[in-house]
């Protein structure tokens, strides 16, 4: 099997679950309540070179100021993504740095982009109805893992 035979049945898989998910939302059954696991754990230089990365993206604004003026907020929140993913930390709108990216609509606004690009999905948190949870797809953390490994040092 090719990567890229791999790449479309990751996606498929994907677009499984999100149905899965839509059906039992639907029908009133609980969701699965669990997050993407990673097809694999991330290498410690990928991790590594996904915090160093991502540090480094916002401290320009500790020391530059203007957060507008450095726009790659998808960018920021795939790697914050990508990070807490990783650690099995859950991740959430509400808590996670997504929001200190940029003001809250831009930022729904890219995590909108993010999933209809397949990269991320949103799941409603079982313990909490209010709170909307997101994760890397299959294809998202994958594509992540590979570059952040590519130019790991």
Not at 5 to 11: C, G, N, Y
Not at 90 to 97: G, I, P, R, T
């Amino acid at each position: 099997m090719d990567a890229v035979d791999v790449k479309k049945l990751s996606e498929q898989l994907d677009a499984v679950h999100s149905l899965l998910d839509e059906i039992r939302v639907t029908s009133g059954c609980a969701s699965l309540g669990s997050a993407l696991e990673p097809a694999q754990k991330p290498s410690q230089s990928a991790l590594q070179t996904a915090q160093r990365v991502y540090h480094e993206r916002r401290s320009r604004v500790d020391f530059l100021g203007n957060n507008e003026i450095f726009g790659e907020p998808a960018w920021d929140m795939l790697l914050n993504i990508f990070i807490r993913q990783s650690t099995s930390e859950m991740v959430s709108f509400e808590s996670a740095d997504i929001n200190k990216v940029s003001p809250k609509p831009t930022a729904v606004r890219w995590l909108r982009v993010l999933e209809q690009s397949g990269l991320i999905r949103w799941e409603r948190d079982a313990d909490d109805n209010d709170r909307h949870l997101i994760y890397l797809t299959a294809t998202g953390y994958e594509g992540m893992l590979r570059y952040l490994e590519s130019i790991a040092v």
